[in-house]
């Protein structure tokens, strides 16, 4: 008896997509901004070496370092932030009051052992009270933080005046501005190192991480989700008070100086290392990876532009002011010329056909 010739024939499956090829995914990591980032430091670094001999030393590697140690401390939680869609301006402010906080309470004899712990306990307090005014009361952020910013830096003042202190135990002075295990990588740099790898994976790899993504996305979204968002909200801003506290501390020890006026200008920079780094203003948006690279380039060229002869110090204001214009206004021109470029590639086979 013969088979059905009629009998329905099974479509055949469909034949698996190509994996990317290499050159597809030199060109998709060419459009990202990290790879800009990567090609600018190149550059940063053939310029300045051909300004100064010095640049590229181990002891301009050190210095460079240890100048630029505080502001990279600080951009690291300040990126969740911006992440979720908030800001904080009063970093620098809450370094300043740490530092303050460190002063008096050596001056009245206390070890730095304890002195350590209060001042990170006196960080959250300032993170958690930002924290509480966006998150309960509702209030925007950048008005909240700009308040602040005064408030701690007066509150500095008023712990310590405009005294300094100066005597502060050299073993731990040295941890500060010491070397780590005889190499040229200083100390700060390895806490740097800890945090960021602390946050990265914090803010890639938990599902914390994720909630911040989709909070700085949509925010509404979020909640409707079943996220806690002002909760979450609330731990950032502590942890990002935490670490300026931390800052603060490290700016204190490194040089030898605890005050009230330390730090002054560095919410700035530590905003436009963020930014610069690809993390959206508007939120949702970027990584750890690319503040990092952000802060090497922003230390390569306030380095470059100390060790020249010819350039005025006041330069490095100019560069950062313009870095943080192009930082807002890049990654936005980037994402629209990558959509563009899409799109334009989805339409080709719909033309075709």
Known sequence: MQADSTAPVSAPAPAPAP????????????????????GLILVTVIVGQGISSEFLTTDSFTTGSLDFSEVALMALPLALVIIAAEID????????????????LWNAGLPIELIIPICLVVGALCGAFNGVLVTRFGLPSLAVTIGTLALFRGLAFVVIGDESVTDF???WTDRAFGNFAGTFVPDTIVLFAILAIAFGVLLHATPFGRSVYAIGANEEAAYFAGLRVKRIKLILFVLSGTVAALAGIVISLRNSTAAAN??????????????????????GRGTLIGVALA??????????????ESISSYWIQIVTGTLLV?????????RRATEARRRRSHQRPEEGQ
């Open 19 to 38: 994996a990317p090829s290499g050159t597809r995914r030199v060109r998709e990591f060419a459009a990202r901004w990290e790879a800009l980032l990567l």
């Open 295 to 308: 802060l090497f380039l922003l230390g390569a060229i306030q380095k470059a532009l100390l060790l020249s």
């Open 89 to 104: 301006l009063s970093v620098a402010s809450v370094l300043a009051l740490s530092s303050a906080v460190t002063a008096s």
């Open 169 to 171: 135990p050299a073993v």
């Open 326 to 334: 192009v930082s807002v206004l890049g990654p936005n021109v980037v």
């Open 262 to 283: 330390v730090g002054q200008g560095f919410e700035l920079t530590a905003i436009t290392a963020v930014l610069l780094g690809g993390v959206s203003i508007f939120g």
